[in-house]
């Protein structure tokens, strides 16, 4: 392979927990002929637990305690990214973030904090925090429930509401965007199964259909969406263990929408594939065992692959995905990180 090839082949980002002394996000060359990767260089940054890409900008948050927590951005320069600044969140533990293309502006969700912070930014260059809303809430699950816990946080396709997962409280809030980005303080508020502990959500391409993964009970939740409104159609187990402890981690829909896959950890370690019907509902067709503690999981933009972090076990599984059947097939080609949590793809 010459260093032409090198530099037009996709960067896979990872990041990861840093207990273990790695440095929070590693960058590898994804072929995506192959699914094979090769380390290209390393970004210093603690417990870098979720990132978000706008063109030639990356977003992490640190996602710490004691005030320490925070969202850093990094720019795009001869091919690797380098650092541009930090601010702190205010809310301790971030553990999402995303950028609204719209406005120019980073969210995070906040777990222990219960909040979510807006930052707006000028090309890329974070500025300091412009808005805080925490939320106070409870739910019947005394050792999870016992605060908000803001989890997520989610755009409508057509970026003008934010949704944010509380697993605390067992909420899904939905925010108005201003023309500025922040958020309107008045929010609509769509009450879920108690003990449920939502987690993360994604919407459908055509937005009309959304699909929560529910944490503490595992199940997953497919609603019609009418704007800020969230009406359950349907409500499918992905972990059918008879664990009493359940903990799932991660939902997504395939890039071309037929398939949806969700992650279970703790009482297993599976990725669940159900196959998206017609009226958006979901019907299980497999279960693929894979690596301790599977966290955060993704398609490449092809579809062709699915890459799964294994938090124990400090790998990243590759998988081939066969779009006619759901099936996974492990390809054997793990990608050696410690404490790996997200994945992304550009």
């Given amino acids: 392979m010459t260093l032409s090839t090198i530099l037009l082949l996709p960067q896979l980002i990872i990041g990861s927990y840093t207990s273990k002394g790695n440095p929070g996000i590693e960058v590898f060359n994804w072929d995506a002929k192959t699914g094979k990767a090769s380390k290209s260089y390393t970004l210093n940054s603690p417990a870098a637990s979720y990132q978000a890409i706008s063109g030639e900008y990356l977003f992490s948050v640190s996602e710490e305690g004691d005030g320490k927590a925070s969202v850093s951005s ?46 707006q930014t000028a090309n890329g260059r974070l500025k300091p925090l412009a808005q ?95 704007g800020s409104q969230l009406e359950k159609i349907q409500s499918i187990p992905a ?11 991660d939902i997504h829909l395939s890039p071309n929408g037929k398939w949806l896959l969700a992650s ?30 599977p966290r955060n999981f993704s398609f490449d933009p092809s579809g062709k692959f699915v890459l799964v972090a294994s938090q124990e076990e400090d790998r990243v599984q590759v998988f081939h995905f066969d779009d006619k059947t759901g099936m996974l097939k492990d390809s054997h080609q793990d990608i050696l990180v410690k404490s790996p949590v997200s994945l992304l793809i550009r």
Avoid: W
Avoid at 142 to 162: G, I
Avoid at 239 to 246: I, L, N, P
Avoid at 265 to 293: C, M, P, W, Y
């Fill in 74 to 119: 990094f720019q795009m320069r001869d091919g690797k990214y380098e650092a541009i600044n930090t601010e702190f969140s205010r809310g301790d533990h971030p553990c999402f973030v995303l950028f609204r293309e719209k406005s120019q502006t980073v969210y995070t969700a906040n777990y222990s904090g219960g909040s979510v912070s807006i930052f």
């Fill in 132 to 226: 805080y809303i925490a939320y106070q809430g409870s739910s019947t699950n005394k050792e999870r429930q016992n605060s908000s816990h803001a989890h997520m946080v989610a755009l409508s396709p057509d970026q003008n509401t934010l949704f944010v997962t509380d697993l605390g409280s067992d909420k899904i809030y939905a925010h108005a965007i201003l023309g500025d980005g922040r958020l309107a303080e008045g929010r609509t508020e769509n009450a879920l199964t108690p003990g449920n502990g939502p987690r993360h959500i994604r919407f459908n391409a055509k937005g009309d259909r959304a699909y929560l993964l529910n944490e503490l009970s595992s199940d997953v939740d497919v609603f019609a969406v009418k």
């Fill in 239 to 249: 972990d059918t263990s008879a664990a009493r402890v359940k903990g799932s981690a």
């Fill in 264 to 293: 279970n950890r703790i009482s297993s370690n599976q990725v669940v594939v159900f196959k998206v019907e017609t009226d958006g509902k979901l019907t299980r067709v497999f279960h693929q065992n894979v690596a301790k503690i």
